[in-house]
């Protein structure tokens, strides 16, 4: 029997979410029964699962949406883990691709369809949710930057429900086809830490459309214990307090620096950070650090990150 191709223009967009998990079965189960309760559900979900805990596939199993389980023997970050999950998607045709993270979850059961019609309705490539803290859903759970002020309340966003050029990536943001074809997925050597920010760079560079859905939201855990305020807080530097994650940030940022469209962030975050260590820290041995970090990024030094090791345990026959 031949196959009968429906024209995309007469059907309704096919949807894919895409979840990147490690290790994190229990978060993973409660992202996946608030994706699964969406008024519109999403037509497949990919799972990648960069961790060696059981469970995702029984997690998967009680959705009753069709689904793929990407496993992999080596930790790909979430870098790594969008870029493999959002290729699957567009391999299995997605319209639109839903990111979200194991430790994050849809606000309520509009979200993706609040999505979707914010997409259609301002035409939309990119179209993002208000992401909040799921302690406290009225507080921002990263800061957004409108003009030369950072917004931390919904309150303080004012009226309206698009707030454009703006977007939180990847916590609930909806990508179409369009719009990954032509910024391409994440880079999987920055792991986790900036790769966001290098995609809605490229994402500004290509002048496709996109914003934040005020009305839609998505619960994660606050961010703000991270951001470091200076001047009373209307400045601040990313300072993580995961030694690990900190020194993969003040590299990642220092290949940011060297990209184009970013390049003019190098010398005030040369003068933030500097003020920040040895200014108000006293630590000229944070300081260096962080330069020597920097200065790699910029040269595009990367360091394999240690969680990729993993034991292996692969039988042969």
């Known amino acids: 029997m031949p196959v009968v191709r429906i024209p995309p223009q007469d059907r309704a967009p096919f949807v894919v979410c895409v979840i990147v998990t490690c290790d994190r079965t229990e978060l993973l189960r409660r992202c996946l029964d608030a994706v699964a309760g969406q008024h519109h559900r999403p037509d497949h979900l990919v799972v990648v699962d960069n961790g060696e805990e059981p469970g995702a596939a029984d997690s998967l199993a009680t959705t009753g949406i069709p689904h793929t389980l990407l496993t992999s023997e080596t930790n790909l970050g979430g870098a790594g883990g969008y870029a493999y999950g959002v290729l699957t998607a567009r391999a299995l045709g997605a319209d639109w691709v839903w990111l979200a993270d194991d430790d994050g979850l849809p606000g309520s059961p509009w979200t993706l369809g609040r999505l979707l019609a914010c997409a259609d309705d301002h035409e939309l490539d990119v179209v993002s949710p208000l992401v909040v803290d799921q302690d406290d859903p009225e507080r921002l759970a990263f800061p957004l930057r409108r003009g030369l002020r950072w917004v931390r309340r919904r309150a303080e966003l004012g009226p309206g429900v698009l707030v454009p050029n703006v977007a939180n990536l990847f916590n609930g943001a909806l990508f179409s086809a369009r719009a990954l074809d032509v910024v391409g997925v994440p ?33 994660h855990p606050q961010g703000h214990h991270d951001w470091k305020p200076l001047l009373g807080g209307r400045l601040a530097v990313l300072v993580p307090q995961d030694p690990a994650r900190r020194d993969r940030t003040f590299r990642n940022l220092g290949y940011l620096t060297a990209q184009p469209g970013l390049r003019w962030r190098r010398w005030p975050d040369e003068i933030r950070y500097a003020w920040y260590f040895l200014g108000q820290q006293h630590d000229p041995a944070g300081w260096s650090r962080w330069r020597r970090l920097s200065r790699a990024g910029r040269h595009e030094i990367f360091e394999p990150s240690p969680e990729r090791a993993r034991a292996r345990h692969v039988a042969i026959a």
């Open 187 to 219: 880079d999987p050597r920055l792991f986790v830490r900036g790769d966001e920010v290098e995609v809605h760079r490229r994402l500004r560079r290509s002048e496709l459309r996109f914003g934040t859905c005020a009305p839609a939201t998505y619960l």
